[in-house]
């Protein structure tokens, strides 16, 4: 190691140095007995943060021992900076002009000395340490996951079979008390109308490669397996685990170059392979376990198949040049092939099983004139099916029936089922077989799981939804109109119409279900719908080739969300609308955007005017005998309306519902609810039960009743917080600021998505800027500016405390929004963000922005009534606190390759910039990966 690498740790004051003497030697559980012994966390989590702890330290030591040695110094300092209640004692420090606080006793000494050591490290050992401390990040993620696993376990250990419903299924929990409230009959009727449709979007939130990804999930495997392990067992399990750290510190967080949309539509393959094709009919058995007793999977379930996923991977074209036609065309043939692959694999497995003799269970007659079908379609598929199963019917006859399902997925026109009903209607015939031959346990079990799945997921895996800005639409009939159809249109025109005709491809070739919702960015009138119509109806020469289309609205503006209704009423005078009504039972979806209303309008005013268009859409939709559905497009992040799902469906309106809840998933958030297969049973059976639930009269009552309760409250807040986020957006030379101060230029190279970080109409200013980049920089800068700010001006002019209490107990709506701030909030740190705002040499803005943190932050603990953020949540509040060492030493990484770039990038090499660009986006990378939920 250099002298220049040597000398921070010799600057360290002798108390210090007493400490990092001893942290060297220390045993890695002996580290997670000392600073952080103050913080109470489960004993299984610690175990496994102290294990992922010395692993990694041992890996560090093979790669340098003196990686390793400064990783345990800059994590002391870290450590004994963040000692004592978070955030406390940073409003009181003096700082430089860089942000750092000036030199003291206790915790700001420690951050200081972090902070020259990080500044004197040669660059490329400060990028090796980032990997170190990036890599923890995913294997303290890895312990989180697994003890929420263990937990739901245990609790399910804890349930008696004897009880009337399963308290840790909150789905067979809502529905009791349905019952309770409604009656057996309306229950079931609502039950009957369930369905949770998450739509998979590409948006680029996902900070880490999928060579990453693939690691992670090694290991996590071999975290799960150790405790049934001992003995060489075991040791092998840890020799497997130091493999995969070794490699995980070795890789590039950083992947290469960015994924096509055709390679992001594997995020979605993959997630269904590894968890949602097995879980979802699962999570249906767990249901009718509970209300069918001993009689479940011995007659016809109770669970319909609610679970129905869609996507915009390959679909999404606003604002991203790289989502084609064809690139829709080839989205959807994936996604085709291995969905019936899927199906014809399984059919297999089940029809290797059925091994019943027909002399024993004998086969309807309904069975036998379909083995007569089945012959009469390939002699080649019977012939090979009665080689094995001459005495077994039922057997015979699924073999044929997978053999189908291959020949669906070559194309075979003579032999392939043409539609996933068609498949539906033959399984169902086995299973009346095997029912009515006394078999009831192979009719409803192993059959009746692939009805669950082909119900569930069709052939098409995901229904596809296709998205495009009504200026685009405007600009393309206009050229038509200048030009002609058969003129010369500009290339985005002919895209449009070749959209048109790929959505009536897919629909004559997979199925309509798989593509018939085209969503209109910026809906600012009912002439919007109209011209998607109009252009699909120009792209074809036939009219009876045009495919069906539900046009969905998407009102994400500040006014088109107060504007809405007379968007809505005007739609229904549309021809091509009420044709389309009558065709569907008057079912309309309505999209509603929760990030650029949230942008546009701050957090507080988006929530709030997004719950009263929500309110009047629902009236409306009454009034009109209309079956609506609310599309909610969220993201992960707070500040695009994230949080915990379940708690937000239950805060929505009365009527605003009605069984059917659809929301938009993306990056983080899709791994963290459906990569591992009981944390996706359990948000799914969450959001199902919230989903039920919402319509239960009492639910129904307290949002009605609390929203006028407080409705003044509402007005006062929205108004203050309204105009203090405007004043600071508007403050002259803010932009540019919030791009200097924030690594904002530099998140747009990360090559997480196909998606560009600005839409392709001419994006000039903040107002063109999508939102997640927004959200993005502001949480790498620790200050998550997005979420919160306004609401503690909001609060301090309001002034009545008790008022603010009184709502945060008894308004479901502001009680989930204020819980959502204070996880926010939890993730800044009042010291680093200092250090970031210090970049951008204008004092005015940063004391207004960090004053407004420390405001909220006030305000929110004490309507809570916590002594530090999440200090009532007794593992998040927790975990948090363990990261934040850890993430300071990423953030203050970044901040120095940030000052230097900022200050020094005109003289700077062009290797020296590329150098200090790897260590940013490296830092992305892993403080993405600290805090979670990032976008």
């Known amino acids: 190691m250099t002298d220049t690498a040597q000398s921070p740790a010799r600057d360290v004051s002798s108390r210090r140095r007493a400490l990092l003497a001893e942290r060297l030697h220390a045993t890695v559980a002996d580290i997670a007995e000392g600073p952080l012994s103050e913080i109470e966390i489960p004993e299984s989590l610690r175990d496994n943060i102290a294990l992922f702890q010395r692993l990694e330290r041992r890996v560090l030591k093979e790669y340098d021992p003196k990686v390793c040695e400064l990783f345990d110094i800059l994590l002391a300092d870290a450590i004994h900076a963040n000692e004592g209640n978070p955030g406390t004692t940073a409003a009181r420090e003096e700082v430089d002009a860089q942000g750092v606080p000036i030199d003291a006793e206790g915790g700001a000494g420690a951050f200081r000395d ?34 929420r696993v263990e ?49 998979f979007t590409a948006h680029p939130t996902e900070a880490r490669r999928r060579a990453v990804e693939g690691k992670i999930r090694r290991i996590g495997k071999l975290l799960a397996e150790r405790p049934r392990l001992g003995g060489s067992d075991l040791m092998e399990n840890e020799r497997h685990m130091l493999q995969e750290i070794d490699a995980l510190v070795r890789t590039s967080p950083v992947a290469v170059s960015k ?107 309904e069975l036998l004139n379909l083995w007569n079908h089945q012959v009469e379609m390939s002699e080649e598929f019977t012939s090979r099916a009665e080689l094995i199963s001459a005495s077994e019917p039922h057997r015979a006859v699924m073999l ?101 005709r790929a959505i009536g491809t897919i629909q004559k070739r997979y199925s309509q279900k798989m593509a018939h919702r085209y969503i209109i960015s910026f809906t600012k009138s009912a002439q919007n719908v109209a011209d998607v119509y109009e252009l699909a109806q120009l792209a074809f020469a036939h009219a009876e080739d045009v495919p069906a289309l539900d046009v969905i609205p998407l009102f994400e503006q500040l006014e088109d969300l107060e504007g809405c209704i007379d968007v809505l009423n005007d739609m ?122 919402n319509s239960a009269p009492s639910v129904e009552r307290t949002n009605t009743e609390m929203t006028e309760r407080y409705a003044e409250l509402a007005g006062a807040l929205d108004h203050v917080a309204h105009e203090t986020y405007l004043d600071l957006l508007h403050t002259e030379g803010f932009a540019p600021w919030f791009s200097i101060v924030t690594p904002l230029t530099e998140v747009g190279l990360l090559p997480i998505g196909s998606r560009p970080a600005k839409r392709g109409l001419g994006a000039t200013s903040l107002d063109d800027l999508r939102t997640i980049p927004w959200v993005f920089s502001w949480s790498q800068a620790r200050v998550n500016l997005a979420a919160w700010y306004g609401f503690g001006s909001a609060c301090e002019a309001y002034g009545d405390l008790d008022m603010l209490r009184s709502a ?113 986006l490296a830092t992305v990378t892993g403080v993405s990966a600290g805090l979670q939920n990032t976008g």
């Open 114 to 147: 972090a902070v020259r050591l990080i500044d004197e490290l040669p660059i490329d050992r400060v990028e090796v340490l980032v990997r170190a401390f990036t890599s923890f990040f995913h294997l303290a993620n890895l312990c989180e996951e697994n003890y």
């Open 259 to 365: 994924p096509t949309p055709v390679e992001e539509a594997d995020t979605v393959i993959d997630i269904f392979d590894n968890t949602l094709f097995d879980t979802v009919p699962q999570i249906y058995r767990r249901f009718d376990a509970w209300v069918l007793g001993d009689g479940a999977g011995l007659v016809d379930p109770v669970c319909p198949a609610f679970f129905h996923p869609g996507s915009w991977i390959g679909s999404d074209r606003d604002g991203n040049p790289n989502v084609t036609a064809k690139v829709s065309l080839q989205v959807a043939a994936k996604y085709y092939k291995h969905m019936v692959s899927k199906l014809a694999d399984k059919c297999y497995r089940v029809g290797r099983n059925l091994t019943l003799e027909a002399k024993y269970t004998k086969p309807s007659d």
């Open 808 to 920: 945060y107990r008894e308004w479901p709506l502001f009680s989930t929004f204020v819980d959502n701030l204070e996880m926010s909030i939890a993730k800044t740190d009042a010291r680093i963000a200092k250090m970031y705002l210090a970049l951008g040499d204008r004092d005015d803005l940063a004391r207004t922005v960090y004053r407004e943190m420390q405001l909220t932050r006030s305000w929110i603990l004490a309507i809570v009534g916590d002594e530090w953020p999440l200090e009532h949540r007794r593992v998040l509040g927790r975990a948090v606190r363990i990261r934040d060492p850890y993430v300071d030493v990423l953030s203050l990484a970044q901040v120095r390759a940030l000052r230097i770039v900022r200050d020094e990038g005109g003289s700077l090499s062009e290797e020296a910039k590329a150098k200090y660009l790897s260590l940013i």
């Open 572 to 693: 229904l005078a549309l021809p091509a609308v009420q044709k389309r009504l009558a065709e569907t039972g008057r079912r309309l979806e309505v999209m509603l955007g929760y990030s650029d209303s949230a942008k546009d309008a701050g957090p507080t005013t988006a929530t709030l005017a997004l719950h009263r268009a929500q309110q009047r859409i629902a009236e409306w939709a009454e009034v009109n005998d209309i079956d609506l559905v609310l599309m909610h497009g969220r993201g992960g992040a707070v500040g695009r309306g994230g949080g915990p799902a379940n708690r937000a469906v239950l805060a929505q309106p009365a009527g605003s519902v009605k069984c059917f809840f659809k929301v938009t998933e993306q990056g983080e958030v899709i791994f963290a609810r459906y990569g591992n297969p009981t944390l996706a049973q359990r948000h799914v059976e969450n959001i199902a039960a919230a989903t039920l639930l």
């Open 400 to 500: 044929v029936m997978a053999d189908r399902l291959r020949a669906t997925v070559r194309r075979d026109a003579d032999t392939m089922y043409r539609s996933s009903a068609e498949f539906l209607r033959d399984l169902r015939v086995v299973q009346r077989s095997l029912d009515a031959a006394g078999a009831s346990r192979a009719a409803f079990g192993p059959v009746q799981t692939l009805i669950w799945q082909t119900e569930s997921f069709g052939f098409h895996m995901v229904e596809m939804e296709f998205r495009q800005h009504s200026v685009v639409h405007t600009r393309a009939l206009e050229d038509i109109r200048a030009n002609g159809i058969h003129g010369e249109l500009a290339p985005m025109t002919r895209e449009v119409l070749d959209t048109f």
């Open 151 to 199: 937990t739901l376990h245990d609790r399910e250990r804890l349930v008696s079979i004897e009880a009337d419903v399963d308290p840790s299924n909150e789905l067979t929990v809502a529905f009791r008390q349905l019952i309770d409230e409604v009656g057996v009959e309306e229950a079931s009727e609502l039950l009957e109308r369930l369905e949770v449709h998450p739509v």
